[in-house]
């Protein structure tokens, strides 16, 4: 597939189709006073070697060589080679929406193994192929719940990353869909369930947790489930670092799995793009958003692959469409996808291991010097550490010795006091870790 | 098209079939004719209130999903389970292939709807033949 911009022939043979003599002719119904006299402020072109130039002292600026402690919903693992070869190949990256089965079967093959390896890692039956990313996944999750449910309250874990929480009050708030937020133990970080018990009626169309949650904490998903079911509600879990799944027991009990799979394979950048996922059990097929691809026979009997259920889409059903999502994240699940074939099975569990045991050997060692919060807190790479002072004055000095320190909780949790939430991968050496306590308390 | 003379039909394309108060309503013919294969039926559950002109379940075919309008209030006393699993009955026998049997609230509403022979009228106008 081509896309070409318009030419200056194009152009011409338009406005003469349509009557008019130039573009500022065709403009002229509106008036003169709204109209853009000027120039775009734009800069001007630049010659190949200024760009490159440009480019170069840019990249000047990126953190190189940090040793990173961020994560709260953005991971730093290793990122295996074979991906960015794979996914530059121009079949990949210039290919646009698979509508056409007969000449996108590459691209519909490999997000169908996309949604098989999700359905795999989150144990859910069925999965979409993908959305914008973990927050937004989680907004639909919500609303998916409420077609299914009939109602229109949601029930809101505290603990759920906090900019998820923004985005779904702006997905929520203007349309009559009332919210409840529920706290957390104080001992463990998990969800408050006799708050939570309380907090449910029978106008609850979902309860949404994230597990391990914001402050790294895994809920007990089995408990929150049957108490969630009891209620005839639905159970939404949101799940910030795909890795997790390699070694915590996949949420098995939660009727609608929102994923983001940054973990896997895709870059930290400037705030994107991530690559969200939802899966969820069969029955509610017909009530998910997005797109699905599905394997198939074509005439000859030959597998085959197409997208399927699209008319729940809005390029058909348009305003009773289940979303207005018409589109998915194919290149950025496409490098999801690679790393997940590249670590399968076994390597995602060894990589979780080690991503396991070195915040447990950071946890460990701050414990000796400072507070860790949430002492009974069952979890995978991230812990919340107390300090006598601000995070941000320890950051600072860190920046200093080329290390990025964790993530000050204030502005989220103002109750915690001077708390930061740190993260340990497979990338951080037990070297950068001891430096890293060892520059804190300087 | 022959449609049954003892239906009343709505320009939405539903059937709607008296018995006693009690009344149940399927699609027509020409209706699944013009979606194609149909691949799943949407019910509503026992007990719903159906309300006359609202939507109460929707029709997939393999090209579009059609709202289905209610030709006429009631509440729903039953559902044909049968299309859960075997939509294409509506493909094969519309006018038999009932979706909901209600106990309607206002017989009358009944007699506004279309007779067979307007409602064949309207569709040889709205087919364009």
Redesign the interface.
Same mark, same amino acid.
């Given at each position: 597939m081509r896309y070409l911009p318009k030419s200056p022939a194009d152009r011409e043979l338009m406005l003469s189709e349509i009557g008019v003599h130039s573009i500022d002719d065709f403009f002229k119904a509106i008036p003169g006073e709204y109209r853009l006299n000027r120039d775009l402020k734009v800069p001007r072109q630049m010659a190949e070697s200024e760009i490159i130039d440009y480019f170069r002292e840019r990249s000047q600026e990126n953190a190189a060589g940090y040793a990173v402690f961020l994560g709260a919903g953005a991971y730093h693992h290793y990122r295996p080679v074979i991906i960015d070869a794979l996914v530059q190949r121009g079949e990949f990256l210039t290919s646009y929406t698979p509508y056409q089965a007969e000449i996108s079967q590459g691209t519909l093959q490999a997000i169908f193994e996309f949604q098989t390896m999700i359905c795999e890692l989150t144990a859910m039956e069925i999965a979409n192929a993908s959305m914008y990313d973990g927050s937004t996944g989680a907004a639909e999750a919500i609303l998916m719940a409420m077609r299914i449910t009939g109602r229109h309250e949601s029930v809101i874990a505290r603990t759920v990353h906090p900019e998820y929480r923004e985005v779904i009050h702006t997905y929520l708030h203007h349309r009559d869909m009332p919210m409840r937020f529920v706290g957390y133990r104080e001992d463990s970080g998990a969800i408050n369930l006799e708050e939570l018990e309380r907090a449910l009626s029978d106008q609850t169309a979902c309860v949404l947790i994230q597990s391990p949650n914001f402050f790294g904490s895994v809920e007990d998903v089995d408990a929150i489930a049957a108490m969630v079911h009891r209620r005839g509600a639905l159970l939404v879990v949101s799940i910030s670092e795909a890795l997790s799944l390699g070694i915590v027991k996949p949420p098995v009990e939660a009727d609608i799995v929102s994923l983001e799979a940054q973990s896997f394979g895709v870059p930290l950048g400037f705030g994107g793009p991530y690559d969200g996922v939802l899966a969820a059990k069969e029955k509610y097929v $017909?009530q998910m958003p997005g797109r699905l691809v599905g394997e198939t026979k074509d005439k000859n009997g030959t597998r085959g692959y197409v997208l399927t259920l699209s008319?729940?889409e809005q390029h058909? $059903?348009r305003e009773?469409a289940t979303s207005n999502i018409c589109t998915n994240q194919a290149l950025v699940a496409l490098m999801s996808t690679i790393y997940m074939n590249v670590y399968g099975r076994e390597g995602l569990r060894d990589l979780a291991k080690q991503n396991l045991a070195k915040a447990n050997y950071a946890a460990t060692q701050f414990g000796k010097k400072g507070k860790v919060l949430f002492p009974k807190a069952k979890r995978f790479n991230e812990f919340v550490v107390q300090s006598k002072e601000d995070p941000h004055a320890i950051n600072d000095r860190l920046l200093e010795k080329r290390i990025i320190g964790g993530l000050s909780l204030r502005k989220f949790y103002p109750e915690l006091g001077n708390a930061a939430l740190w993260c340990c991968t497979e990338m951080n050496t037990r070297d950068q870790i001891d430096l890293a306590i060892e520059a804190m308390q300087a | 098209m022959a449609f049954p003379a003892d239906y009343r039909y709505t320009r939405e394309h539903e059937w709607i079939k008296l018995d006693g108060n009690q009344a149940t309503i399927g699609i027509t013919d020409y209706a699944q004719n013009s979606l194609g294969d149909i691949v799943f039926v949407e019910l509503p559950k026992i007990g719903d209130e159906l309300s006359v002109g609202k939507t109460f379940g929707s029709v997939e075919s393999v090209k579009a999903v059609s709202d289905l309008f209610a030709p006429a209030s009631g509440k729903v006393v039953a559902v044909n389970q049968e299309l859960t699993n075997a939509p294409e009955k509506i493909n094969s026998d519309a006018h038999g292939a009932w979706i909901v049997r209600i106990q309607l609230s206002d017989a009358d509403e009944v007699n506004k709807l279309l007779s067979p022979q307007d409602y064949d009228k309207y569709v040889q106008e709205e087919g364009g033949h």
């Open positions: $017909r008319t729940r058909i $059903r009773k | -």
